[in-house]
């Protein structure tokens, strides 16, 4: 979980009084939506929407200053925003506690965005070194097809290529008993190179490479609209952009095994992105 932080309301926002004939500007209305997400085991939070009214940030450079600094407030407060008045309910999950239980999944429908992370996550007596395949299929390009980023595949897909330029990046391998393991498609960049491909299908797949207990894992995917992407240690992060949404999913990952090919692994699920419409949908497999 992220540390929750002191939410900064507008009343304690330093003021500022232009001297007498400067001329000055102000921003535009923001909003950043987050998820609560200080909720305990088994439970979900819900998605918060904090605002920066029109008119709250003052400039003497132009408008664009101030909307920068309306979106700094929002990126410092959103969530510890989101955690002080969202809710915790239980969370809509295909696999709770040892023995799988199987709800309904949050909905797989998504708005348009640009850039999508996928996160890997594990906890505490799931298993040990999570180990993921993610990669682009069916698009019949051969330098796009079936080249898997993942731990002994590669990082990026083309290879040695920085975040903005790759169009599948991993963040790298995590061996521990609980962990999250990173994924960037980079849907912006695939549009611009391969405008043919109306349709772009990628798939995920997981193997416990040291140990399987449960075999439950998240898989939380979060997508965003502008800014860029920036590979930051083991994370894959955006900058200046906007986020769209966070749905996660659940998953029980049952193989175990080392150095094993996608097809030994278990199959989690696809994604399904229309190039036409930007926005996908997302197929976890049970």
């Not at 959103?78 to 023995?99: D, V």
């Not at 069916?138 to 790759?166: F, R």
């Not at 490479?209 to 083991?234: C, F, H």
Request: glycine share 8%; charged share 15%; with cysteine.
């Amino acid at each position: 979980m992220e540390e929750n932080i002191t939410y900064k309301p507008f009343a304690y926002i330093d003021q500022y009084s232009p001297a007498e004939g400067t001329t000055v500007y102000y921003n535009t209305e923001k909003t950043l939506a987050v998820k609560k997400n200080d909720c305990s085991y088994g439970t979900a939070g819900n998605l918060v929407t904090l605002t920066a009214p029109a008119n709250k940030f003052v400039s003497t450079e132009s408008v664009a200053d101030a909307d920068e600094q309306a979106q700094a407030w929002l990126t410092a407060n959103a969530q510890a925003y989101a955690n002080n008045t969202g809710i915790c309910s239980i969370r809509t999950t295909a696999w709770r506690g040892e023995n799988p239980s199987c709800v309904l999944e949050p909905s797989t429908s998504l708005l348009p965005f640009d850039y999508m992370i996928v996160k890997y996550k594990w906890a505490f007596g799931a298993g040990a070194d999570l180990d993921t395949f993610t990669g682009l299929i069916n698009t019949g390009i051969d330098t796009l097809d079936n080249k898997w980023v993942g731990y002994g595949l590669g990082s990026e897909v083309p290879a040695n290529t920085s975040s903005q330029d790759s169009y599948v990046m991993w963040g790298g391998d995590v061996q521990d008993l609980t962990g999250t393991e990173t994924c960037l498609i980079n849907f912006k960049k695939l549009k611009e190179d391969y405008s043919s491909l109306n349709d772009i299908q990628v798939r995920m797949a997981g193997v416990w490479w040291s140990s399987k207990n449960t075999g439950n894992i998240d898989v939380e995917i979060t997508t965003y609209l502008g800014g860029t992407m920036t590979k930051v240690d083991k994370d894959i992060v955006n900058s200046n952009g906007q986020q769209i949404q966070q749905l996660n999913f659940s998953k029980n990952v049952s193989v175990k095994g080392t150095h094993l090919a996608i097809d030994q692994a278990t199959n989690i699920g696809y994604i399904n992105y229309s190039s036409n419409s930007s926005t996908a949908n997302i197929v976890i497999n049970y």
